[in-house]
T-cell receptor, first 114, second 112 residues
Framework: NAGVTQTPKFQVLKTGQSMTLQCAQD?????MSWYRQDPGMGLRLIHY???????DQGEVPNGYNVSRSTTEDFPLRLLSAAPSQTSVYFC?????????????FGNGTRLTVT | EDKVVQSPLSLVVHEGDTVTLNCSYE??????LLWYKQEKKAPTFLFML????IEKKSGRLSSILDKKELFSILNITATQTGDSAVYLC????????????FGKGTKLTVNP
């Protein structure tokens, strides 16, 4: 039972490069989301999706794009990486679309932008 | 602006001690409060609380919510070194813009 799988685990980018962080879940969860975690800042929501074809912005969406073409996958794209995007990124999913069920997190991607 | 504040930010105890972690919140349209434990990697779910005064318990961990005073506590009794982690509190809101607002976490270190 894989749960939420994120790849890669680590990534180093140069300023201006683009890349996609992958997230897949095998629990048939409707809701998926991306958070970033920075020291002293807690977890902050970047983008989320309540189902295939539907995405919306969270608290810190600038510099990131998402799409949801299938229930299972929710990739996060960095269009032009900046040092301020150095962070640990977590993908999370849950059953249903309301917060009456808990989020299940992936193991994170540690991104460094130089 | 929705806000979740955890205290203390860090705590060092000895094995066998009992600890209480605090979480206070100010949000519009409260739906639920959740506690997570984060060791090296992914936060793992501990409890979800939606009603005041009803204690949730799992082994040595317990938690309770006070919706009138807008806070929750997480108790850990007879702490073990394996309890060392960052404990995250998050509040789920309902309505037009449902979201989960996280606190900054409490880092607990349990020394042998």
């Amino acid at each position: 039972n894989a749960g939420v799988t994120q790849t890669p685990k680590f990534q180093v980018l140069k300023t201006g490069q683009s890349m996609t962080l992958q997230c897949a879940q095998d629990m048939n969860h409707e809701y998926m989301s991306w958070y970033r975690q920075d020291p002293g800042m807690g977890l902050r929501l970047i983008h989320y999706s309540v189902g295939a074809g539907i995405t919306d912005q969270g608290e810190v969406p600038n510099g990131y794009n998402v799409s949801r073409s299938t229930t299972e996958d929710f990739p996060l794209r960095l269009l032009s990486a900046a040092p301020s995007q150095t962070s640990v990124y977590f993908c999370a999913s849950r059953q249903g679309t309301s917060y009456n069920s808990p989020l299940h997190f992936g193991n994170g991607t540690r991104l460094t932008v130089t | 602006e929705d806000k979740v504040v955890q205290s203390p930010l860090s705590l060092v105890v000895h094995e066998g001690d009992t600890v209480t972690l605090n979480c206070s919140y100010e949000v519009t349209n409260f739906r639920s409060l959740l506690w997570y434990k984060q060791e090296k990697k992914a936060p793992t779910f501990l409890f979800m609380l939606t009603s005041s005064g009803i204690e949730k318990k799992s082994g040595r961990l317990s938690s309770i919510l006070d919706k009138k005073e807008l806070f929750s506590i997480l108790n850990i009794t007879a702490t073990q070194t394996g309890d060392s982690a960052v404990y995250l509190c998050a509040v789920g809101t309902q309505g037009g813009s449902e979201k989960l607002v996280f606190g900054k976490g409490t880092k607990l270190t349990v020394n042998p």
